[in-house]
């Protein structure tokens, strides 16, 4: 039952903002059981990728999801080397403080023009910051943070549903997910569909000129998060 409130109250605010699901329920599954992360998030994040993908499908830029998809996957590869390298504890508190200089910079007014340099930086960004520390949703989302509300939603979307399998991919090569994480994230998908059922109110909200506010307030709660778990 409880897993099931934690993927509603996650899969709302995803569906409503355009990320930050994993962010609300990754700390929770850990606590109630470790199996239910990082695998059966994964994958059930992509149940949530989808129906937002369908949801707002006009909203979604084929385009834009290229080439932050291309970025991606050598950021992804950069952070599997720095991490045999270097302490990702001091990583993820210094990837925090990014993130929120990015906020803090979003939050001032000053807009970077989504373009295929800028979707490639954010993708690269997202990749590497995600393996690193979990928190990859901030660098697209604050890219899109001017945007109309259902163009965030709908290329975010399509851009973390791909980015979904490339995690599973690794997972699968690290020896950390089959069909036990299958079965298990099978169990998180009742919470998420009724969850994101209930979003559309907090879209159509948050559409009336409240979409930059709350990309900064969640990308901002990422950061801390990611703080708060490296110092506790």
Known sequence: ?????????GAGIQGGVGFGMNLIAAPILLLIDPR????????AAAVITLLTAIRDHRGLSLGDVKWAFVGRLPGTGAAIAVLLAVSGSALSLTLAAIVLAAVAISASGVNIPVRPSSLLAAGAASGFMGTISSIGGPPMAVLYAGEEGVKLRGTLAGFFFLGTFVSIAALV????????????????????????????????????????????????????????????
């Not at 239910?36 to 994958?43: E, S, Y």
């Not at 089959?178 to 559409?207: K, N």
């Open 1 to 9: 039952m409880l897993v099931t409130v934690v993927m509603f109250v």
């Open 36 to 43: 239910l992360v990082p695998g059966p998030a994964v994958l």
């Open 173 to 232: 090569v690290a020896g950390r997910f089959g069909s036990t994480e299958i079965v298990l994230a099978a169990g998180l998908v009742p919470g998420i569909v009724v969850g994101f059922s209930m979003s559309a109110q907090l879209a159509r909200r948050l559409d009336a000129g409240y979409t930059r506010m709350a990309v900064l307030a969640v990308s901002s709660l990422a950061a801390v998060s990611v703080v708060l778990t490296e110092v506790l």
